[in-house]
């Protein structure tokens, strides 16, 4: 009898289930010695990697990673999708 009445239950909670995900800023610098014979310059980066991911799949010991800050999403990145912006990054239309 229960289970007749959990599995309704169970379904239209996975119904309502929401996705997020985590989002990065960094400052990704070049350790390459020859950086300053090609003027690299320093970028500003948003990603869903994490640190120590971002840093192996983008050059490991050859790029210096510096988290600046990092924030929560909705939804998912799935199907080419932008990752979204910091919340302070929007303006703010009451002002």
């Known amino acids: ?51 120590q991911m971002y840093k192996s799949y983008h050059g490991g010991s050859r790029v210096s990673v510096d988290l600046l800050r990092t924030w929560i999403c909705p939804g998912y990145t799935g199907e080419g999708k932008d990752v979204c912006d910091h919340t302070h990054d929007k303006e703010n239309p009451a002002q």
């Open 1 to 51: 009898m229960t289970a007749k009445l959990l599995a309704p239950l169970l379904l239209l909670l996975s119904l309502s289930a929401r996705a997020e995900y985590r989002a990065y800023q960094y400052l990704v610098k070049t350790n390459d010695p020859y950086a300053v014979a090609t003027r690299a310059q320093p970028r500003y980066i948003i990603s869903t990697l994490n640190p």
